[in-house]
T-cell receptor, first 115, second 112 residues
Framework: EPEVTQTPSHQVTQMGQEVILRCVPI?????FYWYRQILGQKVEFLVS????????KSEIFDDQFSVERPDGSNFTLKIRSTKLEDSAMYFC?????????????FGPGTRLTVL | DAKTTQPNSMESNEEEPVHLPCNHS???????IHWYRQLPSQGPEYVIH???SNVNNRMASLAIAEDRKSSTLILHRATLRDAAVYYC?????????????FGTGTSLTVIP
């Protein structure tokens, strides 16, 4: 069964450093998403991406964040200068379409720890 | 963003049915109701979704109130593997995106 994969599973970085989180969505999916989950809190939407453009972004997704689809398979989230409060699980998701009934498939997540 | 309200936690005995409620009084006519669950240390996974009519699949059933302001996820026979946080989500299409707005979810404990 096709699945969304994410690398690395755990990333430790120093405050102020840049990190890139990588995702490989399901191959025939066209819509891509990033969510984050701070420990013990709910899953929060960050950004959606379609046709090489950001479709929507939340207020969390400020200028420190960027997303890219550098090739036909990868989808990345970059945090330019990490802060302590960026420590969280980051989930990538993808869907075939964006109809209300379309299921989003989530990856296993990357745990980001900022020291 | 659309809001859903769920109990923080519920318990069920193994092999018994579980009814997980969700209130979504601000639902709009085009919003779909999705249920996802998150097992420990994993990403959310799809359980079921519906619009107006009750839905069944191999994992669960979804009962939707006639006014659509509430719904109930039904696990017919809880197993230990069903212990997870269950999220009721309204799927809102915004522009060219279809964001999921998660609530705090219900943490289901299954007692052997």
């Amino acid at each position: 069964e096709p699945e969304v994969t994410q690398t690395p599973s755990h990333q430790v970085t120093q405050m102020g450093q840049e990190v890139i989180l990588r995702c490989v969505p399901i191959s025939n999916h066209l819509y891509f998403y990033w969510y984050r989950q701070i420990l013990g809190q709910k899953v929060e939407f960050l950004v959606s991406f379609y046709n090489n453009e950001i479709s929507e972004k939340s207020e969390i997704f400020d200028d420190q964040f960027s997303v890219e689809r550098p090739d036909g398979s990868n989808f990345t989230l970059k945090i330019r200068s990490t802060k302590l409060e960026d420590s969280a699980m980051y989930f990538c998701a993808s869907s075939v379409g964006l109809a209300g009934w379309d299921e989003q498939f989530f990856g296993p997540g990357t745990r980001l720890t900022v020291l | 963003d659309a809001k859903t309200t769920q109990p923080n936690s519920m318990e069920s005995n193994e092999e018994e049915p579980v009814h997980l409620p969700c209130n979504h009084s601000t639902i709009s006519g085009t919003d779909y109701i999705h249920w996802y669950r998150q097992l420990p240390s994993q990403g959310p996974e799809y359980v079921i979704h519906g619009l107006t009519s009750n839905v069944n699949n191999r994992m669960a059933s979804l009962a939707i109130a006639e006014d659509r302001k509430s719904s109930t996820l039904i696990l017919h026979r809880a197993t230990l593997r069903d212990a997870a946080v269950y999220y009721c989500i309204l799927s809102q299409r915004v522009g060219t995106g279809n964001q999921f707005y998660f609530g705090t979810g219900t943490s289901l404990t299954v007692i052997p």
